[in-house]
């Protein structure tokens, strides 16, 4: 499916972004970015057109305002339109005018590419990769949430700072929902495999953990509204490895349906992803503490899920 199309929805940071990063790495012929914003998708892929020739490459950037018959037959569209944190907010204030939003945007995505891969990146991301599946009514397997890449970079990231190591011989596991819940696995983490574990004392990691779980919130505080350069470029890599078939495993937001002992619940868990979207959940073993504060997760997530249920929208 290499070279194919990619649509992405809102063409504010996170998602111009993302545009850049699937241009420049030429996962797609034509990357299609649409916003509802008169003028801004269409100003903002116009300039990124003019970097191809500067940064040598050649898929086709086009920005379009609304209209999705420009992004009919996308292989994978990525959903990041809605509103960002503000300081002091959390992702789940934004559920009622977030939910409504990647709503409608849901309906007309699958309207024109009914065969699309669909990545939500909107937040409270959990909660939103739910309400796409309610509204695209496809197989689960089609609708997968940007989170786990995203926390993980950032635990990596401070890794590697405070080990004064490379970035890239990170690799690391992280589950559950896309909050202050979300559940960091040190007993998963590695350095050129070596366990972090046998790196790092225990006081220092703790405080890695913490400030990863607070990552987004760090930023918000900064710049007065959420990042998007990391979050751009993780979307990008899951665009990668569905296009490529590159069958990466990566902890993304799913639908569980049983695994991990969970039903019809949306969190993080390690995922194998290729052309057909998740084409694995993988279930790793948990000891006591990490089950339990899944566990918590889950029902972090899934109490806001309940709210868009309340909410009537389907
Ligand atoms: N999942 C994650 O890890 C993660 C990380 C960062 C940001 N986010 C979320 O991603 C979303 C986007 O963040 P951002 O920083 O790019 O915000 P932004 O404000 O820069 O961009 C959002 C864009 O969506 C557009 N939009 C709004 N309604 C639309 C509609 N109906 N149709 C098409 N476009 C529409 C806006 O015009 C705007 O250009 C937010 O909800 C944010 O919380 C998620």
């Known amino acids: 499916m290499n070279k194919s199309k990619v649509t992405v929805i809102g063409a504010g940071n996170v998602g111009a972004t993302c545009a850049q990063i699937c241009a420049e790495r030429e996962l797609a012929n034509e990357v299609v970015l649409l916003d509802i914003k008169e003028g801004v998708a269409e100003g903002k892929s116009l300039d990124l057109w003019q970097t191809a020739p500067v940064n040598y490459y050649d898929s086709r950037v086009v920005g379009v305002t609304n209209d999705y018959s ?3 037959n996308s292989d994978v569209v990525v959903i990041t339109s809605g509103l960002p944190r503000k300081p002091g907010m959390s992702r789940d204030d934004l559920i009622s005018v977030n939910a409504g ?3 409608s945007v849901t309906e007309s995505v699958i ?4 065969n699309a891969i669909i990545i939500v990146v909107s937040n409270p991301l959990d909660v939103m990769t739910y309400c796409a599946y309610l509204t695209a009514k496809v197989d689960a397997s089609r609708v997968i949430g940007m989170a786990g890449v995203l926390d993980t970079a950032r635990f990596r990231a401070f890794l590697a700072e405070a080990l004064d190591c490379n970035p890239k011989d990170i690799q690391a596991l992280l589950l559950g929902g896309h909050g202050d819940t979300m559940v960091p696995l040190p007993r998963y983490t590695t350095v050129s495999g070596i366990p972090v574990t046998q790196l790092i004392d225990s006081e220092k990691l703790n405080a890695i953990i913490e400030r990863t779980k607070n990552g987004g919130g760090e930023l918000v505080k900064l710049m007065g509204t959420s990042a998007w350069y990391a979050p751009g470029s993780s979307a990008a890599q899951m665009v990668e490895s569905i296009v490529k078939n590159q069958k990466r495993i990566f902890p993304c937001c799913v639908r569980l349906n ?3 002992g969970v039903k019809n619940a949306f969190v993080g868990v390690p995922v194998k992803l290729g052309n057909k979207g998740v084409e694995q959940i ?6 006591a503490t990490e089950r339990n504060d899944f566990n918590n997760s889950v029902k972090a997530v899934t109490d806001v899920m309940g709210v868009l249920d309340g909410m009537k929208l389907f």
């Open 70 to 72: 420009r992004t009919a």
């Open 282 to 287: 993988i279930e790793i073993d948990l000891n």
């Open 258 to 260: 049983g695994e991990y």
């Open 111 to 114: 309207k024109h590419s009914p």
């Open 101 to 103: 939003i990647v709503k």
